[in-house]
Structure formats: structure tokens, C-alpha cells
């Protein structure tokens, strides 16, 4: 096994930012309108995979935060492997699935994975990507432990919509809990991404043009919030529709698909 990744200056503030705030940033995947979003997110990003595979087989979830995707993916998958670096969302997942032998959580870096080669059937990503540095190497990493044929999902935030960006860069300015050095990806840089790893069928999706706000916020109340994310969550479709060519770049979202070689 390589020798232990010592943390980057960010890979340390990043860190501490998410055990400080780790109680509060679970609540997003138990209030029923966050969760209910979350949830529409990772499915719709994931149907593809599922309905290609037939099923997910063991699944390694990179910045897994408290592990929903586990929920979220219930049924789909033989086993589900968790992975962040911050300590206290861990323990928060821990004791969620304490019942569950199917589900377990590793402290670690991507950069430098306690795992065997070529054990992954599939590798998530969900948000988590654009907090990470060393991109090459996250690659390179990834691609060591996944099987041959492994399908790579990652969930991002996407720059590609000005008033999106805007309402992001006031979001930093103003929520102490909101990381202030993300870095929002480019079309172009997804693709240079995925190009770090040998893969094959490799594409970018634009995704989640309604749905992903009411995944980050308006909690309380949900006399409000619950039924307006409902009716996001049901026009879904038919923004992915209409939203095609030039206009798909106003999605909150894009996915990055590939296949390791």
C-alpha cells in the first residue's frame, strides 16, 4: 500500500469546515424537501448506469459526507463503501446504517485509497469534486481501484449559467459555512477531467435545472418548501426538454460519465 497522503493546507481547512458544520449539513438529507430533491438528483444522474448494468454492484462513493446516497441508491446496489475525510459526517453515517453489514464508511483521502485494486463496479462522486485539488492524481487514484468496464458518475456544479454563478458568489460572500475557494467547472474542464483516467465513452450531461436549489435550502417552512420542491422535482422533464443546444447550460448541474478501461 503507498505511503499515507499528508493534507494539503486546503484539503485541512476543507476538512475542519465539515466536521464543524457536519450536524447541520445532514439535516439537508433529512428535512423531506432537501431529501426529496438529493434524492431526484442522484437517481436521475444514475438511472442510465442502473438501467445499463442491471445493477450497481459495489459502489464506492467519494465525499460520501453522512452516506444518503446509500438511501437514495437502496435496492441497487450489493455493497456501498463510503469515503470523506471529515470525521464527524462519518460518524453521523456510521450511526445511520449501524444495522447495515451491506454499508460501511472509510476516514481517508482519494488521493491515496485504502483499497485493493480493481474492486470498484462503480465510482459516485456527488458534489465533491470541485472541492478537491490535484485532480490527476484523484484520477489516477480512482482508476487503480476500479474494476475493468467500472462506470464513473460525478454530480457537479456546473459555471455555465451567469445568474447561477452570481447567486453562488454572494452565497460565499455572506454564509460562513459555504467553502469560499470552490471552483465551479467548465464544460471544457469536465472533459479534461475524465481525460486524466484511461476511459472510455466518456460525456458530459447538463442536469438539474429546477431541482438542485431546493437540495441546498428553504428548510422551514415546509408548509412552503415541501410542495414547491414537489413541483420542481415533477416539471424536472420537461425543463430537460425544453432546455437543449445553447439553453442546457443554464442547468445548476452537469454529469460526467466514463467507463475505466
Not at 494539503?8 to 475542519?16: G, L, M, N, T
Not at 462513493?61 to 459526517?89: M, P, R, T, W
Not at 464513473?152 to 460565499?172: D, H, S, T, Y
Request: one cysteine or more.
Amino acid at each position: 500500500m503507498a505511503k499515507s497522503f499528508i493534507f494539503s493546507q486546503h484539503e485541512q481547512v476543507d476538512r475542519a469546515l465539515f466536521d464543524k458544520i457536519a450536524k447541520s449539513y445532514a439535516r439537508k438529507d433529512a428535512v423531506p424537501s432537501t431529501s426529496a430533491a438529493r434524492r431526484a438528483i442522484v437517481q436521475r444522474a444514475m438511472r442510465p448506469i442502473i438501467a445499463e448494468r442491471g445493477g450497481l454492484g459495489t459502489v464506492i462513493d467519494i465525499g460520501c459526507g453522512i452516506g444518503a446516497q446509500a438511501k437514495y441508491l437502496e435496492g441497487d446496489f450489493d455493497n456501498y463503501i463510503g469515503v470523506d475525510y471529515s470525521h464527524e459526517l462519518l460518524e453521523i453515517g456510521r450511526r445511520t446504517f449501524a444495522d447495515r453489514s451491506d454499508i460501511r464508511f472509510v476516514e481517508a483521502n482519494v488521493k491515496n485509497l485504502p483499497f485493493p485494486d480493481k474492486m470498484a463496479d462503480v465510482i459516485l462522486i456527488v458534489g465533491a469534486l470541485h472541492h478537491m485539488t490535484e485532480l490527476e492524481t484523484v484520477m489516477l487514484s480512482l482508476t487503480r481501484i476500479a474494476k475493468p468496464g467500472a462506470n464513473f458518475v460525478a454530480i457537479e456544479p456546473q459555471c455555465g449559467n451567469p445568474l447561477i454563478q452570481c447567486l453562488r458568489w454572494m452565497r460565499m460572500q455572506l454564509d460562513t459555512n459555504y467553502s469560499s475557494d470552490q471552483h465551479f467547472f467548465s464544460n471544457p474542464e469536465l472533459h479534461a477531467i475524465l481525460d486524466f483516467a484511461p476511459m472510455i465513452k466518456t460525456r458530459v450531461e447538463y442536469q438539474g435545472f429546477l431541482t438542485p436549489p431546493f437540495g441546498q435550502a428553504g428548510v422551514w417552512p415546509q408548509i412552503i418548501f415541501r410542495p414547491l420542491s414537489a413541483l420542481a422535482r415533477a416539471l424536472e422533464p420537461l425543463a430537460e426538454f425544453i432546455c437543449v443546444g445553447p439553453l442546457a447550460r443554464l442547468s445548476w448541474n452537469a454529469v460526467c460519465y466514463g467507463q475505466f478501461r
